[in-house]
């Protein structure tokens, strides 16, 4: 949990949080992050829906209110668990012809009623920490499949390593969503840049979008991981980067409609064509490629935009 949403709970001070986490982790109590602070044993620890439902609510839904303009209608997507995913499942109810595989209870049940919207799910196992399906069930019923995005989010993100998860099994089921997809794109609010879990899910070479918050000026960690994705040619979609970091003035639309435009975006594309990426598209990976519609810049374009990530982070 970041020191700001520790602050806004207690209804107190950051420096007074700041100061309470010093000694809580003093007594072995929690482990101090850039920015925040987890239970002892992060690594491996992971919250369950409850406690993550509360975490970053503000954040999630200004990242699910932007991730919603990626998505046009008659689209075929896979959406993975994750309580920023079920944000983003709720505006797509409104997605004319939109095709959903998933295997998130939670992301089918926000589409439930979306009468235009189709709704495949996978097999598997209920997973019920989650209220997702995994197993070798949710896997096989993957293979085969091909989708133009994916969607998923995870419990750390690092430019090293990409999204990771601290569960096997649904690490298992990330990837083959993955595998399924055209195009990745990560959903991770700022407290997870930088955090690093047990099981790797997306390496950052096969991520093509990041979406996420602007990070609070005081996080060097967020904003040193943003540089680095970028560098590595993820490109970054920043919520609310036009106002307040976390968007809290809510921006979004309620009830799950999505009305393009709203939500302001700062987009730092492509930098290079990936290592081992021919011209089109293909390459040694299937997930490697520019996205359809989008043309490398050129050096000018690039310094431009690795500017912008710049002044993101001193930001």
């Given at each position: 949990?970041?020191?700001?949403?520790?602050?806004?709970?207690?209804?107190?001070?950051?420096?007074?949080?700041?100061?309470?986490?010093?000694?809580?982790?003093?007594?072995?109590?929690?482990?101090?992050?850039?920015?925040?602070?987890?239970?002892?044993?992060?690594?491996?620890?992971?919250?369950?829906?409850?406690?993550?439902?509360?975490?970053?609510?503000?954040?999630?839904?200004?990242?699910?209110?932007?991730?919603?303009?990626?998505?046009?209608?008659?689209?075929?997507i896979v959406v993975g668990a994750g309580t920023t995913t079920q944000e983003l499942a709720r505006r797509l109810a409104r997605v004319p012809g939109l095709t959903v595989v998933t295997n998130s209870l939670l992301v089918a049940q926000a589409l439930a009623h979306a009468n235009r919207v189709e709704v495949v799910m996978t097999g598997g196992t209920l997973r019920g920490s989650n209220y997702a399906l995994v197993g070798s069930g949710a896997e096989q019923s993957l293979h085969g499949l091909r989708?133009?995005?994916?969607?998923?989010?995870?419990?750390?993100?690092?430019?090293?390593?990409?999204?990771?998860?601290?569960?096997?099994?649904?690490?298992?089921?990330?990837?083959?969503?993955?595998?399924?997809?055209?195009?990745?794109?990560?959903?991770?609010?700022?407290?997870?840049?930088?955090?690093?879990?047990?099981?790797?899910?997306?390496?950052?070479?096969?991520?093509?979008?990041?979406?996420?918050?602007?990070?609070?000026?005081?996080?060097?960690?967020?904003?040193?991981?943003?540089?680095?994705?970028?560098?590595?040619?993820?490109?970054?979609?920043?919520?609310?980067?036009?106002?307040?970091?976390?968007?809290?003035?809510?921006?979004?639309?309620?009830?799950?409609?999505?009305?393009?435009?709203?939500?302001?975006?700062?987009?730092?594309?492509?930098?290079?064509?990936?290592?081992?990426?021919?011209?089109?598209?293909?390459?040694?990976?299937?997930?490697?490629?520019?996205?359809?519609?989008?043309?490398?810049?050129?050096?000018?374009?690039?310094?431009?935009?690795?500017?912008?990530?710049?002044?993101?982070?001193?930001?």
């Amino acid at each position: 949990m970041s020191l700001r949403e520790l602050a806004r709970v207690v209804q107190t001070s950051e420096v007074t949080v700041r100061r309470d986490v010093r000694a809580l982790e003093a007594e072995g109590l929690l482990d101090r992050r850039h920015g925040g602070a987890v239970l002892p044993g992060g690594f491996t620890r992971e919250s369950g829906f409850p406690q993550k439902s509360h975490l970053a609510t503000a954040e999630k839904t200004a990242i699910a209110d932007l991730a919603a303009s990626f998505v046009e209608e008659g689209e075929a997507i896979v959406v993975g668990a994750g309580t920023t995913t079920q944000e983003l499942a709720r505006r797509l109810a409104r997605v004319p012809g939109l095709t959903v595989v998933t295997n998130s209870l939670l992301v089918a049940q926000a589409l439930a009623h979306a009468n235009r919207v189709e709704v495949v799910m996978t097999g598997g196992t209920l997973r019920g920490s989650n209220y997702a399906l995994v197993g070798s069930g949710a896997e096989q019923s993957l293979h085969g499949l091909r989708v133009s995005k994916a969607f998923l989010s995870g419990s750390g993100l690092t430019a090293e390593r990409g999204l990771s998860t601290s569960n096997m099994l649904s690490a298992s089921v990330d990837r083959a969503l993955v595998q399924a997809a055209a195009e990745v794109v990560v959903l991770a609010d700022h407290t997870k840049l930088g955090s690093d879990t047990m099981f790797q899910t997306v390496p950052t070479d096969v991520i093509t979008r990041l979406v996420t918050d602007e990070p609070p000026v005081h996080d060097d960690r967020a904003g040193t991981e943003l540089q680095a994705l970028a560098d590595q040619g993820v490109q970054i979609a920043v919520a609310g980067s036009s106002g307040s970091g976390n968007n809290s003035s809510g921006n979004g639309q309620q009830g799950g409609e999505h009305v393009p435009g709203r939500q302001q975006r700062r987009d730092v594309p492509l930098p290079n064509p990936r290592r081992g990426q021919l011209p089109g598209g293909a390459a040694g990976h299937p997930l490697r490629g520019t996205m359809l519609g989008e043309q490398p810049g050129g050096p000018g374009e690039r310094e431009r935009e690795r500017a912008r990530v710049a002044d993101l982070r001193r930001r």
